[in-house]
């Protein structure tokens, strides 16, 4: 089964307004990271956040990573009709394998 | 311009008839791996070498192979497709085997 899983699965917001999504995993990780995804195109790395981090920024982009609980949260701060898009985090258990778990991803869309 | 770069983005094909897409980065990474997406199951990854000549199986590598005879390219091939390898594929390379940069996808539908 996949380790990521986001909530929620679709968000619509206006442009201006903060965006959160979560994600949940099962097990222990390396890192956590996120990606964007345009409609159908490449997947475009945002953040990554290590398993030793509780929070990080970059821009408008605030992740929090809570190991206790195995979750991670994605706050995307003023948001932009620009920002829309399909949102993924994916876990990183470390090692030779180079494999990323991805999620199902949230469907973020950001109304003019 | 670093990028990674795969073609074709767009392919029609019949069952059985044997393909290849290409992958290539300028970055001179060496991790690179293959992903397929498809609806309500996210990216799952096929294949992934981690250098010239080292490759090793993903979660899903039934029906693929793969090649890494050059540190730049990292070509998929389906030798037999059939319809359930309808799926868009992503290729994606790494230095440090964490961040990982993707491909535009290749669109594949097997008839």
């Known amino acids: 089964s996949q380790q990521g899983e986001e909530d929620p699965q679709a968000l619509s917001i206006q442009e201006g307004e903060n965006a959160t999504m979560n994600c949940s995993y099962k097990t222990s990780i390396n890192n956590l990271q996120w990606y964007r995804q345009n409609s159908g195109r490449g997947l475009v790395h945002l953040i990554l956040i290590r398993s030793n981090e509780r929070e990080k920024h970059s821009g408008r982009l605030r992740v929090t990573l809570d190991t206790s609980k195995k979750s991670s949260s994605l706050l995307i701060t003023a948001s932009r009709t620009a920002d829309t898009a399909s949102y993924f985090c994916a876990t990183d258990f470390g090692g030779a394998t180079n494999k990323l778990i991805f999620g199902t991803g949230t469907l973020l869309a950001v109304q003019p | 311009e670093a990028q990674v770069t795969q073609n074709p983005r767009y392919l029609i094909t019949v069952t059985g008839k044997k393909l290849t897409v290409t992958c290539s980065q300028n970055?001179?990474?060496?991790?690179m791996s293959w992903y397929r997406q498809d609806p309500g199951l996210g990216l799952r990854q096929i294949y992934y070498?981690?250098?010239?000549?080292?490759?090793d199986k993903g979660d899903v590598p039934e029906g693929y192979k793969v090649s890494r005879k050059e540190k730049r390219n990292f070509p998929l091939i389906l030798e037999s497709p059939s319809p359930n390898q309808t799926s868009l594929y992503f290729c994606a390379s790494s230095f440090s085997g964490e961040t990982q940069y993707f491909g535009p996808g290749t669109r594949l539908l097997v008839l």
């Open positions: 070498s981690m250098n010239v000549e080292v490759t």
């Open positions: 970055m001179n990474h060496e991790y």
